[in-house]
């Protein structure tokens, strides 16, 4: 929904005022970005899970909504616009009620591209943490287990085929012609009534703000992350267990995030987790940096620089990392 506001509005900008083409020439060259770098890039801006993804996928898909707008507005009939103005309507107007309603078909071809691209690339967010569409799928390749990774992959393309086809139903109401029946002549009609329109886009808004605000009034729950192995798995299920049967605490176990301690770590900084087991090597070399061979005899230094510099401490012969802040 927000790529499909983005998208038509700056494909009605870019067709009403031609100094603004060079706006399709930047959303080309976004579109050459493989998908996961632009996940990647994210990370350190707006952190790990479900807003990446979603800022992510929205910048991703803008480029079909864009280019079937404008283009769909340009190849517009020029006497159609002609008689339009000879009869004293208002540019808004002429937008409104010719120019928009003729490019539809257009539009809906837009909306149902970007749908299916959007399904499809849900199951990369996962790298990210964005734990939705295609999780399982991860889960069960990184368990090597081949028939639920089979299955859930079928299950998604049924998806994608099942609204396609809804898609391209509501894209033949869009379009004018002669012979029409009262039942699409009413949903065309709706289409095109603004506070319809303007209801749809309100409840999808506050339904949307109200999820965000229900999700960040949660108190005392400890988020708990794991990478997409199997002893991870395990230890995740354990550390939920303990918690839960020793203290009041709810928690919320985030298991196999894509990306392992890449993206796990930036989640850690940001507090979006509270603990993960980890191992002493990999943070040694690949979080710290440092140069040499980790070993035993280094582990009293790696906690006073984990200490210093993240504020995290490592607990437990299984070498788990918890942040200061949680424990208090």
Not at 156 to 174: E, N, P, S, W, Y
Request: proline residues 3%; glycine residues 6%; hydrophobic residues 45%.
């Amino acid at each position: 929904m927000i790529a499909i506001i983005i998208g038509l509005t700056i494909g009605i900008i870019v067709s009403e005022y031609q100094k603004n083409k060079w706006i399709l020439s930047l959303i080309n060259f976004i579109y050459t970005i493989p998908a996961i770098t632009l996940f990647g890039f994210l990370i350190p801006f707006t952190g790990i899970g479900d807003i990446s993804a979603i800022i992510a996928l929205t910048i991703y898909v803008l480029l079909p909504m864009v280019r079937y707008t404008h283009s769909g507005i340009v190849n517009i009939d020029k006497n159609i616009i002609k008689a339009a103005k000879g009869m004293e309507n208002t540019k808004l107007q002429i937008l409104y009620k010719i120019k928009l309603p003729l490019a539809l078909p257009r539009i809906m071809s837009a909306i149902r591209t970007m749908v299916v691209m959007t399904i499809a690339l849900t199951g990369i967010a996962t790298f990210i943490g964005a734990e939705r569409l295609s999780v399982a799928i991860y889960r069960e390749i990184t368990t090597n287990n081949i028939v639920m990774t089979a299955a859930g992959s079928i299950l998604i393309a049924i998806l994608v085929i099942i609204v396609d086809f809804i898609l391209g139903q509501i894209k033949k109401l869009t379009q004018y012609e002669r012979h029409r029946s009262n039942f699409e002549i009413k949903v065309r009609s709706i289409f095109f009534n603004k506070k319809t329109v303007l209801r749809t886009f309100l409840i999808i808004i506050c339904v949307f703000a109200g999820g965000q605000l229900l999700a960040n009034s949660t108190e005392d729950i400890i988020n708990i992350a794991t990478k997409p192995m199997p002893e991870q798995y395990i230890i995740g299920a354990m550390l939920e267990e303990l918690i839960e049967q020793d203290s009041n605490l709810n928690i919320e176990l985030r298991t196999g995030v894509g990306g392992g301690t890449s993206t796990i770590q930036p989640g850690m900084e940001k507090e979006e987790f509270d603990m993960y087991p980890e191992y002493t090597g990999t943070d040694w070399m690949e979080v710290l940096k440092e140069k040499g061979v980790y070993n035993e005899s280094s582990f009293s230094q790696l906690q006073f620089k984990y200490n210093q510099k993240y504020y995290f401490t490592w607990e437990g012969c299984m070498v788990l990392m918890i942040l200061m802040d949680s424990c208090n």
